[in-house]
């Protein structure tokens, strides 16, 4: 009997507890759901020469540009190469610009980058939301999968960097040329995923160069995937110079062929302009900054010069260094066209890139 | 080996020096508040901190960092002493017997030895770190897929020994973990598994928010229903006597604690997996060796020092894949990874060559807060320890706030939240009825880990399954993870062979 009233009480007090607690929380989340999507709350209406009826209203409407914080949005986390091209920008951009605001970075990671591109693209062009785009990357995401932005509508302030790939082997490798690697039964590729750049670039590279391959993906990173091509478990890979630097340096790998028409100068591997492919040499990774679609013409002017000011500064040179990131800065309508040439790639080759993909 | 020693000597003149040392004792602040606040955690302390330590100077970033990590391993203990939160992963170690020990009133003597177990592991694990790195790198690189899947499959049998008793209760468990770990976008496949459409699972579901959710948030409501105090028996030990005695027992446990500190060091080097499971790993070496297995889980010491011991020595561990090769032992060095990065030091030869000066000073500041974090725990355990004499409904509120503030602040996301509560109801149920929480973590992290190194190593050998054979170091690992298993019947059929 005494047995049957406890677990009533057990339950009762389970479910005041259970109840309880959903009910203050909801209360609680439905407080805070309205905001979650926003950006800063800086209505760019308000133009503060509207209050002084003798100034005219129209004359530069962004003279104090930015008069509260800019969100810089950064589409993967922190640490990693467009976190850090972002905090360069965000820290010393404001001194190119009117304003006293400052440029604050966010990092929005998830589903790949693509949650945090989706939230540039449907920001107001206002110029309170700005953020980094990976190219030809998120254009490869547009084609082949299903996603919220549009690159062409991109509003382009300008791009960081291109970093572009070599084909990485380790230093005893039996393979030395291109030759070697054509002729081969097949070489295995180390990469991430089918969706990463390196990738991209290796399934337009391979058909390309007619060399036999085969992939193993699943290292969580370029590093894990070069030290996998050190123990052994794949013959090569397509990496970024940047990132191979100190173990080329170190003499622990080499690269066999650059795609690069200008790599730089550690490196001692023919080009794939030597070899006659001068197509690859277009491909790599580019850092790009952007901002929403529909930015006025004017506000873009003002963001693209205090960017590529910015980049060219003696800070800049002294963070390409400490960072291993090379600053190798391009303006808005030459980014634009890179953006263009990439996506025509893309659109080239998506039969190979949908067949990698499945 | 006189670049070594001067180096060092550099390293210790420039951290003991003023305003440096001030840099220490911050890093280590920052680190126990987050350590010991459940989902917050050294990565996210990390990750704040880069932004800031922007501009900075290089030895104060550095110095910064080593500390904050330093301060992170024992923050993470409190809670999962006091409270039974772990305030990191491997802290659900702890919790085994630091919690029972709680409950019986003793809480005091576990934050003793934990802090004590702490502050020696990671003086171990640096020493040894140190010691290891001319053959660091042939270390790293014996690990292949093969063996990583071997690993991951012996971590899975620790789920064994976390469901003291009801083997079945803990399969279930640790199999609804691997489920909840198959969700998301499968690098090795190319595909979304069970997103449901949505871009929210497309990364499945985050483990700290699980951890949250699971344990603070499940804690709390049965906190609510249970009522009363944390400490249902025992006197209240009102002087100093509760804390040594705990500080002491590490000390008379030399075997123990050496065995801890190494198995922490030598697991939290093989990348990737290494950091989380080293803790579970001592603790199930502890219960194997003891005298007196049964009685682990209920309030053994033996199982809090093997915990924390490994878990202060395994960041020295993970050091070695991380600086050698720039590939991280865990989240925590992944982030760290970064943060040097941005200050120009590089893995590889130069970190080790030229720059190592640097480094020894990131690794004295991680010293140097692990015995201030330890100092500070040791003299603080007893007021900590009131913590579980106070009526629980007055820490309902204050940990439910703090566990919103860390959902919330892993990705800028309020259905973390909503999913943090919902596993709050899960791991309530888990806990009513009896169901090991630490087994469906040990399938949530070890899932993909075994899933991913199968499929490669399936790649790498081009469909044939002798690769998961040939190399000497996954023997060993097969060998360990049936001795795991069968060990245990073992012992209790020579137990109740002795009795009679």
């Known amino acids: 009997m005494a047995h049957r009233n406890t677990d009533r009480i057990r339950r009762r007090r389970f479910l005041k507890a259970t109840g309880g607690t959903i009910a203050v929380g909801s209360a609680g989340l439905a407080g805070c759901l309205g905001d979650e999507e926003e950006p800063d709350p800086m209505d760019a209406d308000d133009d503060p020469a509207d209050d002084d009826p003798a100034e005219e209203p129209d004359e530069d409407p962004y003279a104090n540009y930015p008069e509260d914080t800019v969100q810089w949005v950064v589409p993967y986390g922190t640490g990693g190469g467009f976190d850090l091209y972002s905090r360069f920008a965000a820290e010393h951009m404001p001194e190119f610009l009117p304003g006293d605001g400052e440029i604050v970075v966010e990092n929005l990671t998830g589903a790949g980058g693509q949650r945090g591109a989706e939230e540039i693209y449907r920001a107001d062009p206002d110029g309170y939301t700005l953020g980094i785009y990976n190219i030809p990357g998120m254009i490869a995401s547009q084609f082949l999968t299903e996603v919220e932005y549009d690159v062409d509508e991109m509003s382009w302030i300008g791009t960081f960097n291109q970093a572009q790939y070599g084909i990485l082997v380790p230093a005893d490798s039996e393979y030395e040329t291109l030759e070697d690697l054509q002729e081969a039964d097949e070489i295995s590729w180390g990469g991430t995923g089918p969706g990463a750049t390196s990738s991209l670039v290796t399934f337009i590279a391979a058909e390309e160069l007619g060399i036999p391959s085969d992939f193993v993906f699943g290292y969580e990173g370029g590093e894990e995937a070069r030290a996998g091509m050190l123990r052994g478990e794949v013959d090569a890979r397509m990496n970024d110079f940047p990132a191979a630097e100190s173990f080329v340096r170190d003499g622990e790998m080499r690269f066999i062929v650059a795609l690069s028409a200008d790599p730089p100068d550690w490196i001692d591997a023919p080009t794939v302009v030597d070899e006659g492919y001068d197509d690859l040499a277009e491909l790599g990774l580019s850092f790009m900054a952007t901002a929403p679609p529909g930015i006025d013409d004017e506000l873009q002017e003002v963001l693209s010069d205090a960017f590529l000011d910015a980049l060219d500064t003696p800070e800049a040179q002294e963070f390409a260094e400490d960072t291993d990131r090379p600053i190798n800065p391009l303006g808005p309508e030459e980014t634009r066209q890179a953006v263009e040439a990439a996506s025509g790639l893309v659109d080239q080759y998506q039969d190979t890139l949908e067949e990698h993909m499945n | ?500």
Not at chain 2, 55 to 74: E, K, Q
Not at chain 2, 401 to 425: E, K, M, N, P, T
């Open chain 2, 1 to 500: 080996m006189s670049e070594l020693v001067s180096a060092f000597l550099i390293a210790l003149d420039v951290v003991l020096s003023w305003p440096t040392f001030a840099f220490v004792v911050l890093g280590t602040l920052i680190g126990m508040v987050f350590g010991a606040i459940p989902g917050l955690g050294g990565v996210i302390a990390l990750a704040l901190l880069i932004p800031i330590t922007f501009g900075m100077d290089s030895t104060w970033a550095m110095v910064l960092f080593g500390a904050t990590v330093g301060g992170v391993a024992f923050g993470g203990s409190i809670s999962a002493i006091l409270i039974n939160v772990p305030g990191t992963a491997p802290n659900a170690a702890t919790l085994l017997d630091g919690f029972p020990m709680s409950q019986e009133g003793r809480a005091a003597e576990a934050l003793g030895a934990a802090a004590t177990a702490s502050a020696l592991g990671a003086i171990f694990g640096l020493v040894i770190f140190i010691a290891l790195i001319p053959v660091a790198q042939r270390i790293i690189l014996s690990f292949t897929q093969p063996e990583f899947f071997w690993l991951a499959i012996f971590g899975l049998t620790i789920i064994a020994v976390v469901s003291r008793g009801n083997l079945f209760k803990g399969i279930i468990a640790g199999g609804f973990g691997l489920m909840l770990a198959m969700m998301g976008y499968g690098h090795v496949i190319a595909e979304v598994r069970f997103a449901f459409g949505t871009q929210y699972l497309f990364d499945g579901v985050d483990l700290v928010v699980v951890l949250i959710g699971l344990f603070a948030f499940a804690e709390v409501l049965h906190m609510i229903v249970k009522g009363g105090t944390i400490a249902e028996s025992g006197e209240a030990v009102t002087d100093r006597r509760g804390v040594f005695k705990g500080a002491k027992e590490v000390v008379t446990r030399p075997t123990l604690f050496f065995r801890s500190s190494a198995t922490g060091v030598l697991v939290g080097a093989i990348p990737g997996a290494g950091g989380t499971i080293a803790t579970f790993i001592s603790y199930m070496q502890a219960q194997q060796a003891s005298d007196d297995p049964e009685s682990f889980g209920t309030g053994n010491i033996e199982g809090v020092i093997a915990s924390e011991a490994t878990n202060d020595a395994k960041d020295g561990g993970t050091f070695l894949p991380t600086f050698v090769f720039g590939i991280p032992g865990g989240s925590m060095t992944a982030v760290l990874l970064g943060a040097l990065t941005m200050h120009g030091l590089n893995p590889g030869r130069e970190l080790l060559g030229e720059n190592l000066h640097i480094l020894f000073m990131l690794l004295l500041a991680l010293l140097g807060a692990n015995i201030l974090t330890s100092s500070l725990g040791l003299l603080s355990a007893n007021h900590l320890s009131k913590l579980t004499r106070v009526e629980v409904d007055r820490l309902v509120a204050p940990i439910v706030v703090v566990c919103f503030v860390g959902a919330y602040a892993l990705r800028l996301s309020l259905i973390d939240v909503a999913v943090a509560l919902l596993f709050g109801f899960i791991g309530y149920a888990m806990i009513v009825f009896d169901y090991s929480r630490i087994a469906l973590v040990l399938g949530l992290i070890l899932g993909p880990i075994a899933e991913r190194s199968f499929l490669m190593s399936l790649q790498i050998s081009d469909s044939g399954y002798l690769i998961f054979f040939t190399n000497p170091i996954s023997i060993v690992l097969i060998i360990l993870t049936i001795t795991a298993l069968v060990l245990p019947i073992i012992q209790s059929r020579r137990r109740s062979e002795g009795v009679s």
